[in-house]
């Protein structure tokens, strides 16, 4: 994976900060670490009050002068406000005023912008995603702009809003009011409003953050059944949701029906018109066959019309919701499934998102596609808690176990690929599914081992080494607690004082 040109001004400001504060040992101060940097030998110190300047050289027009600066204030503001909230530090930090001559302060930034007439990029080129479940546990507004401001210190470049899902639909829709009404865990308290899905929006790309919106079909669909039950198959079957659906409950879009295709065609361009970005990621995955065979519809329209399928079927839904995010403007994302499992006519426009198997990412990228890895094996971080159906007694569940950042850290994308299938490769995502997340445990679940991600996409991932790797991350630890998210410890302080708590050469 190449290195993305990364143009916001909240980079550069991070970049300055990381160039001329000497907090200790530089190296352990910078993650995720760049693919090629290089440090001085003088040691300039920064204080909060130290004034940064923009300018903007070329003739630029009113709007986007506008915008620029709006951005650099915004990136001014936080980097200001870190130097002086900073409250919590590695034990092994040691604060020295400079009285000597040769300790030089840095007293002023300044920032020159050449060709103001160009927009600040937020490059689709590369992506490093941090996916959050918010449909299976809620999560507030307050929830979704902390994690995305801790992403931003981790060089992350897309949340993936996993929004709805079978177990609830929190979007208000104005077209399809009873979808919030009768599908939200409450109708009032928990759900996102088109304004809500506005203020995150902003609020990411100010810090050079891209918001992408998952709206899964046909399947993971059993939350519009509470306000439109026609449109959907074997509605929460039990006992055997099993043979219906990948997890309880069960349900999937009627693709025998022409009122699914009115809703799919109506509904669609008005939750992607709730997000600026380009990309709507349309789901497609875990669809159950036996879902469809037995419902009354599907049998009346596969007895009508020789030649149809199931599967025939499935082409037919996943077509109209593919042309009908097309004619949103927008381009389409899915899973895995649409074009390894099914072999869907799917655009070559398209991204597709891998989650399980190397050979899996082979398939994709030879058949011409564009793809973003999130492997269920190494960066699903939800596993590891055991199985959550409640008479499970065995304590364990299928992608189980626990997935360590020595693990994640391990992970290579785009291992056995060749120099032109690994071209296709264009990013890579850490996955928070909320089964057993929710706001009470989800930061300790996500850092710092997305930090472990984040790394391995923007340092690219040969080369990296888990002994020099863990003294930084140790300190991005200490970081994060001190900006008051709940990371979780990565050992005894006793090993990050004095090391010496590795495993034994055998």
């Known amino acids: 994976m190449k290195m993305l040109k990364r143009q916001n001004i909240a980079s550069l400001l991070l970049l ?33 009050s130290v004034e940064i300047k923009l300018t903007i050289i070329s003739p630029t027009s009113e709007d986007l002068s506008i915008k620029t600066k709006k951005i650099f ?16 530090v590695s034990p092994n930090v040691k604060f020295n005023i400079p009285t000597h001559p040769s300790k030089k302060i840095l007293q ?128 929460n079957e039990q006992p055997r949701w099993d043979l219906y659906a990948a997890e309880p409950p069960s349900g999937q879009l009627n693709p025998a029906r022409k009122e699914t295709y009115e809703f799919i065609k109506t509904l669609i361009p008005e939750m992607a018109s709730y997000f600026s970005d380009k990309y709507y990621h349309a789901g497609g995955d875990e669809i159950k066959t036996k879902c469809w065979e037995e419902d009354e519809y599907v049998k009346k329209y596969l007895s009508s019309n020789s030649g149809s399928s199931t599967e025939t079927l499935l082409a037919k839904i996943i077509d109209e919701i593919q042309n009908t995010v097309i004619s949103a403007h927008k381009i389409p994302m899915f899973w895995q499934e649409t074009v390894a499992t099914h072999d869907l006519n799917i655009t070559k426009d398209a991204i597709i998102q891998v989650w399980y198997g190397n050979d899996t990412v082979k398939n994709v990228v030879n058949k011409g596609y564009k793809t973003i890895v999130g492997s269920a094996e190494y960066w699903y971080l939800d596993c590891g808690h055991g199985g959550w159906v409640g008479n499970n007694i065995n304590g364990n569940s299928w992608c189980d176990p626990y997935k360590t950042w020595q693990k994640i850290y391990s992970f290579n994308p785009i291992n056995g690929l060749t120099d032109d299938e690994a071209k296709l490769v264009i990013g890579g995502e850490a996955l928070l599914w909320s089964e057993q997340a929710d706001p009470n445990n989800f930061e300790q679940l996500l850092w710092p081992r997305s930090s472990a991600v984040a790394e391995v996409l923007w340092s690219g991932p040969q080369g990296l080494n888990v002994n020099e790797a863990l003294p930084r991350l140790h300190d991005l630890r200490f970081r994060l607690v001190g900006r008051g998210v709940k990371a979780e410890p990565l050992q005894p302080l006793w090993c990050v004082l004095h090391g010496g708590c590795d495993m034994p050469n055998s």
């Open 108 to 235: 002023l930034i300044e920032i020159e912008v050449y060709d103001g007439n160009s927009e600040l990029e937020l490059g689709v080129n590369e992506s490093y995603c941090l996916l959050l479940d918010t449909s299976r546990n809620y999560y507030s507004i307050d929830d979704i702009l902390k994690t995305i401001e801790i992403m931003s210190w981790n060089k992350m470049n897309v949340f993936h809003w996993h929004i709805v899902d079978a177990t609830s639909w929190p979007v208000v829709s104005k077209k399809f009011p009873k979808l919030s009404e009768k599908g939200a865990y409450d109708p009032k308290t928990m759900i996102y409003t088109k304004q809500d899905i506005r203020i995150v929006d902003e609020y990411a790309k100010l810090r050079g953050i891209r918001v992408v919106p998952e709206f899964d079909m046909p399947g993971h669909t059993h939350s519009i059944s509470g306000g439109y039950p026609e449109l959907i198959s074997c509605i």
């Open 16 to 48: 300055y900060f990381c160039t001329f504060v000497n907090f200790f040992n530089f190296t352990n101060a910078l993650w995720p670490i760049p693919q090629q940097w290089s440090n001085g030998s003088s040691t300039l110190v920064l204080y909060p």
């Open 73 to 88: 204030n915004s990136a001014k503001n936080r980097f200001q406000q870190y130097l002086i909230q900073e409250k919590y």
